[in-house]
């Protein structure tokens, strides 16, 4: 979810593990709309002590992860301001980034204090947790307990073309090109048998006849 405009962005996860590990990288590679700076991502590597230390504080009681949320508002803690000149100044984040969120669900939070999940996976699985909590707690254990998460964007890869709206756009073509081409490297620097690739290669061509491409 964006902050900023409050547009949600999905995410195209391409993996054969991800049902071992659903919060710790369980993608392969990760497709979306186009590649942005500043991303909260939770299931980073970097962002392990994070999940733990967010895990921890939603065990707490609810009044004292209020209190821990109130604490690091700007309006409440002038000291605030100053930390963030500071990440700025090494280059860490930006204002944006470190804004709490306005709406957190108490009751959602009160009853995972009640189930006391053993796991960051379990923590998200309980209903009325969604991205304004998750949020919530990733600030607190960054600010007040120094366990920082990954703000990096985790997309590789983005080969959007035109929207879900039924409107049409215009196609870019040479971005299409460089598409297929990546692709067709791709295919040919995998590590399969050369009937895999081939056969690969043929459905690629199919897909990239003149015929198709005026569908899209």
């Not at 962002?47 to 004292?64: A, F, Q, Y």
């Not at 000291?79 to 980034?97: A, F, K, N, P, Y």
């Not at 470190?98 to 009853?111: D, F, I």
Request: net charge positive; glycine share 4%; hydrophobic share 35%.
């Amino acid at each position: 979810m964006s902050v900023e405009d409050r547009t949600a962005r999905r995410y195209h996860w391409i993996s054969d593990s991800v049902n071992q590990d659903f919060v710790n990288e369980p993608h392969e590679a990760i497709v979306g709309d186009t590649k942005r700076g500043v991303v909260l991502d939770m299931t980073a590597k970097e962002s392990v002590e994070c999940r733990k230390t967010s895990l921890d504080i939603c065990k707490e009681n609810p009044l004292k992860v209020k209190r821990l949320f109130e604490s690091i508002r700007p309006a409440r803690q002038s000291t605030l301001q100053h930390w963030i000149q500071q990440s700025e100044s090494r280059g860490l984040h930006d204002i944006r980034v470190l804004s709490m969120p306005r709406r957190v669900n108490w009751n959602a939070l009160r009853e995972v204090y009640e189930f006391q999940p053993s796991s960051y996976e379990e923590l998200l699985s309980i209903r009325g947790v969604g991205p304004a909590t998750v949020r919530g707690l990733t600030l607190v254990s960054e600010i007040i307990y120094g366990k920082p998460p990954s703000w990096r964007d985790p997309v590789k890869f983005s080969f959007a073309y035109g929207g879900k709206d039924g409107v049409p756009r215009p196609v870019d073509r040479e971005a299409m090109d460089q598409s297929i081409e990546l692709l067709k490297e791709s295919i040919q620097k995998a590590r399969v048998d050369e009937k895999t690739k081939l056969r690969s290669l043929k459905k690629l061509a199919r897909y990239i006849t003149s015929d198709n491409l005026n569908n899209h």
